[in-house]
């Protein structure tokens, strides 16, 4: 137990003495004995020293020491059997080297020792330590640092001795900004201070040095330019640095082009303020077209911001003129917040996906390209929105030409669990090669929202409409991705020709047919 009580960062001084080592060796069963003491004492601190006394039948006056300049400064004694405790009392402002004098004596005898030794230890002044604080860790100009100091015991208690010899404050350029000296504690150890900051400080880490007894404590602080900006987004409370959209079960996160979002921007200064200014938006849709970059229209808005400010945005009036109905891209955001103070935070984002149709056609990929003439054919098409889940109860029509006039084949089916199955039920002997066409009827989308068309003048551009939007694509579709319809041509082979039945010759398209990429 005596062990637990010595401090974890002294060194322990072991003296473990024989009978012969004592001044009276004389006395034959004299006892041995292990001693254990701090090799560094603190002033003002009381001390302990542990005592074991080996093979003695009876108790042994044991007395300790401490010896300053040939002056006994503290002194303890006890009587001992076995093990046990004494404790020293350092005096206050002692500092420097000292000697630890330990004897025992028969405590039936008066005169004369059974052991007695002695060895040097080292007093250190420092009885207390030191805790400093600031009432925030970052601070903007004109604020004011409060710092408090805590000065308490080895055993945490708190000390209204005036301890401190001088705080300093000190700037990222290590410049000394203030310092106090001649501080004493107000009460429980407590020590308090303020400093107030200029309108252009340094920006950067500052620190706190406090000298205590010759040691020095130091902590640091943080001064940010007030116009420091969080980042900010649209609709993203768990992340401000995503530009999200109003969820829909349709969009989920995409853009479309009939659509309208409300788009809600934020920004707010890093201690929690928000931010009083004016906001400026700039956006465009970027998207990969099949032959260069399409740039849209952009959109310039200008407004009030105090904190965070709402709008809405419609896709259609950034989407580049005639693109295809299978257009894929994103929206770009360029947003600036401009501060009552002049200051600004510019964010960027791209991540927003912009696409013209709603439903995705693709056929699956266990349709074969190749069949025998005279058979079925079996075949299966994919439909899904825009977020990857199925499109259900989407109705699509689904043809079968040899040549744009000789149809073999048409059907229209609704997705169930965003497949379309379909089987042609025989192909003529005599057919080379088949297109095979999938698209959803035109009626399904609203021709005022895409071609800049009102409802009542629909119907006078349907022959035009329907020419533009069954575009036809090339060979084998689906590594194209072609959303509104699906069209590509299997061939038929007859017998073993060159290639084997797996390796079809390249299926030409029909006269009068043109291949769109």
């Not at 009381?46 to 002194?75: C, D, H, W, Y």
Request: proline share 7%.
């Amino acid at each position: 137990m005596w062990g637990a009580q010595l401090g974890p960062l002294l060194r322990l001084l072991l003296l473990l003495l024989s009978p012969r080592d004592g001044v009276r060796a004389e006395q034959p069963q004299a006892p041995g004995y292990l001693i254990a003491a701090p090799s560094v004492f603190r002033s003002g601190v009381e001390e302990a020293i542990s005592v074991t006394i080996f093979n003695s039948p009876r108790e042994v006056m044991v007395q300790a020491q401490l010896v300053a300049l040939g002056k006994a400064v503290a002194q303890s004694q006890g009587a001992i059997q076995g093990s046990s405790m004494l404790c020293l009392q350092v005096p206050t402002g002692l500092r420097g080297q000292a000697l630890l004098k330990v004897w025992g004596r028969d405590w039936r005898v008066e005169e004369g020792s059974l052991f007695h030794n002695q060895t040097s230890v080292t007093v250190d002044s420092r009885g207390a330590s030191v805790f400093i604080q600031t009432d925030k860790p970052v601070y903007r100009p004109k604020h004011r640092v409060l710092i408090s100091i805590f000065t308490v015991t080895p055993d945490l208690r708190p000390t209204s001795e005036k301890l401190i010899a001088c705080v300093i404050l000190q700037d990222p350029r290590g410049s000394r900004m203030m310092e106090w000296r001649h501080l004493e504690p107000l009460c429980c150890g407590i020590t308090n201070m303020t400093f107030p900051l200029s309108d252009q400080p340094v920006l950067g880490e500052w620190f706190i040095f406090v000298e205590m007894q010759g040691h020095v404590y130091n902590r640091s602080f943080e001064v940010q330019k007030y116009g420091k900006f969080q980042t900010w987004g649209i609709h993203s409370p768990k992340d401000l640095r995503a530009f999200e959209t109003d969820p829909s079960p349709l969009s989920s996160g995409h853009l479309l082009v009939k659509l309208n979002y409300s788009l809600s921007f934020c920004s707010r200064y890093t201690f929690g303020k928000p931010v009083s200014g004016t906001l400026t938006v700039n956006m465009t849709v970027n998207g990969v077209g099949y032959y260069s970059q399409e740039v849209g229209r952009p959109i310039l808005r200008t407004t009030k911001i105090h904190g965070s400010q709402d709008f809405s945005i419609c896709v259609k009036d950034m989407i580049p003129a005639d693109v295809p109905e299978h257009f894929r891209g994103t929206i770009s955001i360029w947003a600036m917040v401009t501060a009552a103070d002049g200051s600004h935070q510019v964010a960027f984002d791209d991540s927003t996906p912009v696409q013209r149709q709603l439903v995705d056609i693709r056929y699956s990929k266990d349709t074969r390209k190749q069949f025998k003439p005279g058979l079925s054919y079996v075949g299966k098409v994919e439909l899904s929105y825009p977020d990857g889940s199925p499109a259900e109860g989407v109705t699509v029509q689904i043809r079968a030409e040899l040549t744009p006039k000789d149809n073999i084949y048409t059907v229209e089916s609704v997705s169930q669990g965003g497949l379309v199955e379909f089987e042609i039920p025989s192909i003529p002997m005599s057919a080379q090669h088949v297109w095979l066409e999938v698209f959803r009827e035109l009626e399904d989308y609203d021709v005022s929202d895409i071609f800049g068309v009102s409802r009542e003048d629909g119907p006078f551009w349907w022959t035009g409409l329907t020419a533009r939007r069954r575009r036809r694509s090339s060979v084998f579709l689906w590594p194209w991705g072609i959303t509104k319809d699906s069209g590509f041509a299997f061939a038929v082979r007859r017998g073993n020709g060159p290639g084997g039945d797996d390796r079809p010759g390249e299926p030409k398209p029909p006269a009068g047919w043109r291949l769109v990429h």
